[in-house]
T-cell receptor, first 113, second 110 residues
Framework: AAGVIQSPRHLIKEKRETATLKCYPIPRHDTVYWYQQGPGQDPQFLISFYEKMQSDKGSIPDRFSAQQFSDYHSELNMSSLELGDSALYFC????????????FGPGTRLTVT | GDSVTQMEGPVTLSEEAFLTINCTYTATGYPSLFWYVQYPGEGLQLLLKATKADDKGSNKGFEATYRKETTSFHLEKGSVQVSDSAVYFCALRNFNKFYFGSGTKLNVKP
């Protein structure tokens, strides 16, 4: 069965650089969620999109932005990177009408040096 | 605000031992409750869920019952295997937001 795809899987950036993370949801899933998991920490909800509109916002820094495109894939844009942004970034998708069924991608590991 | 508290790890058990990982929550309204498992270097996998009080979620020998009176959702398994070694996260969903506990690492020794 198709799963959530995230790219890249690993990314190394320097401080003050920008990064773009991509998420491709499971086919026919129209809702996408982004999470940040710091080393040894629990995942923190960042932001979600439903039908290309932002549906909810969590602890996403102002330096980050995200959007969902017409093909339902989503991109998380991160600017002015800081050392503390080093984390595993997960994307999850869910089908219409069933937000309890969140399927997570393998994550993108971002390292800021 | 909404939150999840789960027992700290690591939890180390011998194969075939009984497992309990405690999870309690604080939430307004009627949240849905979940257990996720994370293997090293991988993403989160949904293990089981319960969407209303007294529901029991179960999968792969793991069980958890949604107890509204004690605001708990403890994870149990009667006989753990080495392959169950992973980090387990309790989570709740309320008003379309997910909140995760801090995770409990389980080590199962042969």
């Amino acid at each position: 069965a198709a799963g959530v795809i995230q790219s890249p899987r690993h990314l190394i950036k320097e401080k003050r650089e920008t990064a773009t993370l991509k998420c491709y949801p499971i086919p026919r899933h129209d809702t996408v969620y982004w999470y940040q998991q710091g080393p040894g920490q629990d995942p923190q909800f960042l932001i979600s999109f439903y039908e290309k509109m932002q549906s909810d916002k969590g602890s996403i820094p102002d330096r980050f932005s995200a959007q969902q495109f017409s093909d339902y894939h989503s991109e998380l844009n991160m600017s002015s990177l800081e050392l503390g942004d080093s984390a595993l970034y997960f994307c999850a998708s869910s089908p219409t009408g069933d937000p309890n069924e969140q399927y997570f991608g393998p994550g993108t590991r971002l390292t800021v040096t | 605000g909404d939150s999840v508290t789960q027992m700290e790890g690591p939890v180390t058990l011998s194969e075939e031992a009984f497992l309990t990982i405690n999870c309690t929550y604080t939430a307004t309204g009627y949240p849905s409750l979940f257990w996720y498992v994370q293997y090293p270097g991988e993403g989160l996998q949904l293990l089981l869920k319960a969407t209303k009080a007294d529901d029991k979620g179960s999968n792969k020998g793991f069980e958890a019952t949604y107890r509204k009176e004690t605001t708990s959702f403890h994870l149990e398994k009667g006989s753990v295997q080495v392959s169950d070694s992973a980090v387990y996260f309790c989570a709740l969903r309320n008003f379309n937001k997910f909140y995760f506990g801090s995770g409990t690492k389980l080590n199962v020794k042969p």
